[in-house]
Each structure stands twice: as structure tokens, then as C-alpha cells.
């Protein structure tokens, strides 16, 4: 029987050596910058873009180990977007632990004895991890210049640069926008808009170029390449929906970051939007005091969340979610039947349900 975390943790664990064994970690100084641009790595985590790019790979019928450049460079780009929405969110936790930004500040607590000053220090050192990161990642997939096609190469290198790393950036720029919005000016459809640059798009590119890996011809119209890359872009908007419903109703010890920031940064989520939608006039009152309000009481935001409950948002959240995931099962079909086409339907499956 096909065991998906099984897989997942073998291809983390695959994808976490390729990183911390790579020569470029040794070029890193400060060590205590070196420290840092790897803390997320070492604690692990779920690693599915990068073991989504292996699995296209093996579903296009390469081997996945040839992919690992582009898996480690896709991760470690995933890393630095983290660190800088980290610095943006003003969050402390990642992966069940400090994010880089906190990570410097008890690191430096006792040198530096103005909390401004702290502050200040420490954010400026996780900007300057997420760039090294950011070097990082371009080293890695350099790398796969001895596993590919040149033209291969050299099409995903221009896909990375010129088309990923920019939708992703716009995407968080939408997402900080929309905060600052009120709630009558931010559509359902922007929302979706938002997260498919922000969230799918990694999917999406990364389920590209382990399908083109595979069939190692540069060839976008290839059915294999195309299918794949439409699963990953419907399952990566049901991921981030999965994701919004669990900063509400999640745990924050199985999560690994803060529940409840999202209300407090006032993002605007296909959740917050159905809500509002539905709301009666002092629901709705309720909502625009909490939202965006850094001050607001656990309480408060404890209320927010029942009031998602009770307005049926967070359903509706999970029914959109299944909506897109259906949309993916049904591309899943165009695929011949294999281990790595099961294990997608796995993945496909554990989008929706998961608890972390």
C-alpha cells in the first residue's frame, strides 16, 4: 500500500541533505548568518512544493533524484518568502519555533539593551537571510544544468525568474494591499486572484518543471506537462484555502505558527469575505472592529471566530476548497495509472483534510 507521509518525509529528508550539504552554505558569513538562512530547513516541515516537483517528475517518467537541484532551489526560494512574510506579518513563530526575525532578537537580547534598537537589529538580519536565501536558491539550481537538457534548463531558470518569483511577489503585495481595504472593496474574486499568484503559482511552477524534467525535452504543450501543472495549480488553491480555515480553527502547537494573526493583520480571506457577505448589521459591526486591529483581545478575536462559525464562512471556505480539489482529481484522471498518479490522488486528499 502507497503510504504518502511515508514518501513526504523520504523526499524531505532527501531535499533537507541536498540543502545543508550544499558548497554555497560554506560561502556564508557571518556564520551567524549561515545559522540563520538554515533554521527553517533544519526543523523540517512538510516540504510539498519541492516533493511535488520530484513526484511530477516521477509521474512524467524521469527519476525524481535527478530533480533534487530544482527541488532544493524551489525550497529555499519557499524559505525566503517566508522570512520576509515573516518581518511583513510581524509573526514570531514558524515551524515550531522563532522566525528569523525572533530568532535574532534573543539571540542579540543580551548585547543590545535599547528594544528599538533590538528590533530594529534583528529585522535587518533576517532581511539579509532571506536575500543570502535568495542566492542560495539561483546556486542550487544551477545545479541542474548536469541533469538536464540544456534547453530544459535554461526554460526553467527563465520560468523561475521571469515568471514565479514575480507572481509570488505580487501576490503578497495584493495580500497587503486587500488589508489595508475595507471589506466592501475587496471581491471573492480578488481574493481567489490573490492567492493564485501568491500561493498556487509555486504549485504550479513546480509541478512544470518536474514534468518537464521528465520527459527532459522542452516541450509546454507536452499533455503530461500541461496536466500536471493544471493539478498543481487547482490543488495549490485548495491548499491555501485549507490554510486560511486552519489559522481560525487550528492548533497552534500541531500548526507551528500563530492562530489568530490573520484577524489581528486584517487579511482579507474567501472566509472574511463570505462573512461579511452574510452578516447582520451588528455582526458586521463586530467583524470591522476586530479586523485589523493589532490591540484586539484574545477575546475579541475568540468572538470573530464564532461568529465564522456560526455565519457557516468557514464551511463555505472548506466547500470552495473541495470545489478546486475536485477540479484537480479530475485533471489527475488524464494521467495513465502509476505510483506516482496514486500518490497525487493521496496528496490531493491530504490538502483537504490536513490538520497542520
Same mark, same amino acid.
Given at each position: 500500500?502507497?503510504?504518502?507521509?511515508?514518501?513526504?518525509?523520504?523526499?524531505?529528508?532527501?531535499?533537507?541533505?541536498?540543502?545543508?550539504?550544499?558548497?554555497?552554505?560554506?560561502?556564508?558569513?557571518?556564520?551567524?548568518?549561515?545559522?540563520?538562512?538554515?533554521?527553517?530547513?533544519?526543523?523540517?516541515?512538510?516540504?510539498?512544493?519541492?516533493?511535488?516537483?520530484?513526484?511530477?517528475?516521477?509521474?512524467?517518467?524521469?527519476?525524481?533524484?535527478?530533480?533534487?537541484?530544482?527541488?532544493?532551489?524551489?525550497?529555499?526560494?519557499?524559505?525566503?518568502?517566508?522570512?520576509?512574510?515573516?518581518?511583513?506579518?510581524?509573526?514570531?513563530?514558524?515551524?515550531?519555533?522563532?522566525?528569523?526575525?525572533?530568532?535574532?532578537?534573543?539571540?542579540?537580547?543580551?548585547?543590545?539593551?535599547?528594544?528599538?534598537?533590538?528590533?530594529?537589529? /534583528?529585522?535587518?538580519? =533576517?532581511?539579509?537571510? %532571506?536575500?543570502?536565501? $535568495? &542566492?542560495? !536558491? @539561483?546556486?542550487? +539550481? *544551477?545545479? #541542474?544544468?548536469?541533469?538536464?537538457?540544456?534547453?530544459?534548463?535554461?526554460?526553467?531558470?527563465?520560468?523561475?525568474?521571469?515568471?514565479?518569483?514575480?507572481?509570488?511577489?505580487?501576490?503578497?503585495?495584493?495580500?497587503?494591499?486587500?488589508?489595508?481595504?475595507?471589506?466592501?472593496?475587496?471581491?471573492?474574486?480578488?481574493?481567489?486572484?490573490?492567492? /493564485?499568484?501568491?500561493? =498556487?503559482?509555486?504549485? %504550479?511552477?513546480?509541478? $512544470? &518543471?518536474? !514534468? @518537464?524534467?521528465? +520527459? *527532459?525535452? #522542452?516541450?509546454?504543450?507536452?499533455?503530461?506537462?500541461?496536466?500536471?501543472?493544471?493539478?498543481?495549480?487547482?490543488?495549490?488553491?485548495?491548499?491555501?484555502?485549507?490554510?486560511?480555515?486552519?489559522?481560525?480553527?487550528?492548533?497552534?502547537?500541531?500548526?507551528?505558527?500563530?492562530?489568530?494573526?490573520?484577524?489581528?493583520?486584517?487579511?482579507?480571506?474567501?472566509?472574511?469575505?463570505?462573512?461579511?457577505?452574510?452578516?447582520?448589521?451588528?455582526?458586521?459591526?463586530?467583524?470591522?472592529?476586530?479586523?485589523?486591529?493589532?490591540?484586539?483581545?484574545?477575546?475579541?478575536?475568540?468572538?470573530?471566530?464564532?461568529?465564522?462559525?456560526?455565519?457557516?464562512?468557514?464551511?463555505?471556505?472548506?466547500?470552495?476548497?473541495?470545489?478546486?480539489?475536485?477540479?484537480?482529481?479530475?485533471?489527475?484522471?488524464?494521467?495513465?495509472?502509476?505510483?506516482?498518479?496514486?500518490?497525487?490522488?493521496?496528496?490531493?486528499?491530504?490538502?483537504?483534510?490536513?490538520?497542520?
Amino acid at each position: 500500500m502507497i503510504d504518502l507521509q511515508a514518501e513526504l518525509q523520504e523526499k524531505s529528508r532527501l531535499i533537507a541533505d541536498y540543502i545543508l550539504n550544499s558548497p554555497f552554505k560554506s560561502q556564508i558569513t557571518p556564520k551567524y548568518i549561515a545559522d540563520g538562512a538554515g533554521l527553517y530547513t533544519l526543523r523540517g516541515g512538510k516540504m510539498l512544493r519541492p516533493a511535488i516537483l520530484m513526484l511530477a517528475c516521477e509521474a512524467a517518467g524521469g527519476d525524481p533524484k535527478l530533480a533534487l537541484p530544482a527541488a532544493a532551489a524551489i525550497e529555499m526560494s519557499h524559505t525566503w518568502t517566508l522570512v520576509h512574510d515573516d518581518l511583513i506579518d510581524n509573526d514570531n513563530l514558524r515551524r515550531g519555533g522563532p522566525s528569523v526575525h525572533a530568532y535574532y532578537r534573543e539571540l542579540n537580547r543580551p548585547k543590545i539593551k535599547d528594544s528599538a534598537e533590538l528590533e530594529q537589529y /534583528a529585522r535587518s538580519m =533576517a532581511m539579509l537571510v %532571506g536575500d543570502v536565501q $535568495q &542566492a542560495w !536558491a @539561483m546556486s542550487m +539550481i *544551477n545545479e #541542474l544544468s548536469d541533469q538536464v537538457n540544456t534547453e530544459v534548463f535554461r526554460y526553467i531558470i527563465r520560468e523561475m525568474t521571469n515568471y514565479w518569483v514575480p507572481r509570488v511577489m505580487s501576490g503578497e503585495a495584493l495580500d497587503l494591499e486587500y488589508s489595508q481595504l475595507s471589506l466592501d472593496e475587496v471581491t471573492e474574486e480578488m481574493i481567489l486572484g490573490m492567492l /493564485a499568484q501568491k500561493t =498556487a503559482s509555486t504549485f %504550479g511552477f513546480a509541478g $512544470q &518543471a518536474g !514534468a @518537464m524534467i521528465g +520527459i *527532459n525535452k #522542452l516541450d509546454k504543450q507536452h499533455p503530461t506537462v500541461q496536466t500536471i501543472q493544471q493539478i498543481c495549480l487547482e490543488a495549490g488553491l485548495a491548499f491555501q484555502l485549507r490554510d486560511d480555515i486552519l489559522g481560525i480553527v487550528g492548533d497552534e502547537k500541531e500548526l507551528g505558527k500563530p492562530v489568530g494573526s490573520d484577524i489581528r493583520e486584517g487579511k482579507k480571506t474567501v472566509i472574511i469575505a463570505h462573512a461579511y457577505r452574510v452578516a447582520d448589521a451588528s455582526q458586521k459591526q463586530l467583524l470591522l472592529s476586530v479586523l485589523g486591529n493589532e490591540r484586539a483581545s484574545a477575546v475579541e478575536v475568540e468572538r470573530v471566530h464564532t461568529i465564522l462559525k456560526e455565519l457557516g464562512s468557514i464551511d463555505y471556505a472548506a466547500s470552495v476548497a473541495n470545489k478546486y480539489a475536485g477540479q484537480a482529481r479530475a485533471a489527475l484522471n488524464k494521467l495513465s495509472d502509476s505510483r506516482a498518479r496514486q500518490l497525487f490522488g493521496k496528496w490531493i486528499d491530504f490538502i483537504v483534510n490536513r490538520i497542520r
